[in-house]
Structure formats: C-alpha cells, structure tokens
C-alpha cells in the first residue's frame, strides 16, 4: 500500500482517470447502499465518492484499497452524520442496537421524503421552464437567480426562499400560490429506501444476516462488511458504557 506524500503524490489526472475507473468497475453505484451514481448526483450535486481504506492512500483500482460509496455510506464509514456511530462504537445490547438501527432508518426515510418532494416540484417548475424560456441562460437572466441556483430547484437539492419564489412566480406569469403548491414524488420510492437501509444495516453489520445474503454480497461490499467485523471485534474488547439514551 503507498501512501501518499503531500505534494509528491498521484498526478490530479491520473487521480481523477483513477477514480473513474474505480467507480466503472464498482457499477457506478454505491457497494453498499446501491445508489446510482446519476441518482446520487442529481441529489446531492455530486458525483459518488471514491473511500480509501488506508487514509491518505493513493488512489488504487485493487478492490481491497478503495471502492466506491455515497455521501451517506462514506460519512458513516469516517463517523458522521445518523450512520456515524457504526464508526464510533456498537451498542452493546440488542434492544439499544435495534433502536439505533431504527433510529438512523427513520432518518434516511425523512430525508428521502424531503428529496423526492423537492425533487417532484423541481421537475413540474423544470416543465414550465422549458415550455416559456428556450434555455436555463434565460430563465436565470429573467428570474434574476444564478443557474446554479436554479438547477438546485429543479433537482430538489434546494427550496427557495420567498424572495426567490417571487423571483421565480414573476419569470414563470404563474401566482405564487400556485407556484407553492406541494407535488407528490412518484410511487416505488419508500419501498427503495427501506431496502438501501436494509442494505445499510446489513453490512455494517448492524442486523444479523438472512440465509444467503452475505454470499450474495459483491466482493466490494464484502470487503466492507469484513472490515467492519474488524472494528465490531475491536469494540467488544474495549466496550464502553452504553449510553442513557437516544437523543
């Protein structure tokens, strides 16, 4: 494994051809929770991660140095955000286990919600956009807001404020009641994200396995899934006091 020296590493090129050949070879989706790669960008306004297990590794197409994560999955593996405690310690009984399992679900169906809501409405002010103005140049030079501004009401990444809704009411000829009125995301969605915490819960070992479902795993996910039983044996020999609870 190289690590690399500040400076003296991989040439940002030969990085980003690196990057994209990881993420090629991982399908362009998440190993773990399995979201696609132009999903993933239109809902958070990026491309896929690259992780390295060895920080400040270089870039490596080995599956067993680096594969490809979503913002969520990356997070949590570096102890961030509502997945962020798989990284920091295992509770150590079963009910507290469920709860923080259940917890973080929860929070990654909010949060889908709020997305596909965003992302309905978005694409109904796409149509009217496109049906008034020849280009989003335009519609940006009418409205008075950047276009990256507008890409982000159009992919749900971003509500507008009221004085951009105005903004946008004014450049479209529609009320601002109208232009407020709330869009229902398309059907398949809830179903979808429960399965990606599923996912999630399974390989960061989290929930116990189903017949069959480890062996079905792709050996990128494997890798993470065994990497995580290294850090689960690493907690159980240092087991901190479960915490009062859940906030």
Known sequence: MKRRVWGLGMPRDQELRTKRRIRGRDGNRCVVCQIDEQTHEKRYGQICDVHRKVRGSEYSTKPDECFTLCE???????????????????PVTKDWLAASVQKSSCRDLYEEENWRKHEAWGAWVKELREAKFSSLLLFA??????????????????????????????????????LATEKEPVDGWRALCEEQSHRRALIFRVRE????????LSREARLVWDDMGKLEAAFKAHVPPPPKRLD
Request: net charge negative; aromatic share 8%; charged share 35%.
């Open 72 to 90: 969520v999955c990356h997070d949590a593996l570096e102890g961030k955000r509502h997945w962020g405690w798989i990284a920091k310690y295992h």
């Open 209 to 216: 396995p189903q017949e069959g479902e480890i062996e079905t």
């Open 141 to 178: 030079i009418r409205s008075d807001l950047s276009e990256k501004t507008l890409r982000d009401f159009e992919a749900g990444r971003q509500e507008p404020l009221l004085f951009e809704a105005k903004k946008l009411s004014t450049a479209l000829g529609i009320p601002l009641d109208e």
